[in-house]
């Protein structure tokens, strides 16, 4: 269903965002900032944040580390992994499990272009459509957009460094060892591309929700606001 919203409805829905979004209570002051600064203002707080955020996930342990990030098998190996305990090669799974996480954190400056591209060519126009809720929405909009061209895109950088940590053919070497156990039921769906999917969903959720902090940050505390522009959108003094 496409909502119709008229012109003149909208103007003023902008008019009372620009307000919202630049954090400054003082109308005149708000009323000098142009659309271009807002959304100039806006591109820059998530490119800034997209720094911030692509270096500290690319850190050792960003991800082994860190339980919210933390990269676990999927349930659907959990049949694999119990038949590999119990003949003493539970360190297979695990091993597998820490070359995963390893496989993110290294993927991760690869996002950093992606991100910031998608950013770029963020409208005017698509930043009006931001949500009037929440100091993170110009992250949670650029996430609603762009996730799926971004993931796309991720998916040869993830294989790069999935490859690289030696996961693919770990992955491989695990399910050959379990099918050739005796009386173990048949995987006929275990694919290789389940461990790609896994790192790349874990990997794109943990950027934007660290994006999302960041942006917060940085349109709370004035010393995130590393550039002028930035001061000037969203310092409230």
Not at 17 to 44: C, M, R, W, Y
Not at 204 to 218: K, Q, R, T, V
């Amino acid at each position: 269903m496409t909502l119709v919203i008229p012109a003149q409805a909208e103007e003023d829905w902008w008019n009372n965002a620009k307000k919202l979004i630049s954090g400054i209570k003082d109308k005149t002051v708000g009323a000098n900032l142009s659309d271009e600064q807002i959304s100039q203002g806006l591109k820059q707080a998530l490119s800034v944040g997209t720094d911030t955020v692509v270096r500290e996930l690319q850190q050792p342990g960003a991800f082994s580390n860190n339980p919210e990030r933390h990269i676990s098998l999927p349930s659907s190996l959990k049949t694999v992994t119990s038949a590999l305990n119990k003949v003493g090669m539970s360190s297979l799974p695990k091993e597998l499990e820490a070359r995963l996480n390893q496989a993110a954190e290294q993927a991760i400056p690869g996002a950093g272009p992606i991100l910031k591209n998608a950013i770029a060519e963020l409208k005017l126009e698509d930043i009006k459509k931001l949500y009037r809720g929440g100091s993170d929405s110009a992250t949670r909009y650029l996430e609603q957009a762009m996730s799926v061209p971004i993931s796309t895109a991720m998916i040869p950088v993830i294989k790069q460094s999935l490859s690289g940590v030696g996961a693919f053919e770990l992955y491989e070497n695990i399910m050959n060892k379990y099918r050739n156990l005796p009386f173990v039921p048949e995987l006929n769906d275990a694919d290789a591309n389940m461990i790609l999917s896994l790192v790349q969903q874990k990997a794109i959720g943990s950027i934007f929700d660290n994006l999302a902090a960041e942006e917060i940050a940085i349109r709370t505390d004035p010393k995130k606001q590393s550039t002028e522009l930035l001061k000037q959108l969203f310092s409230k003094s």
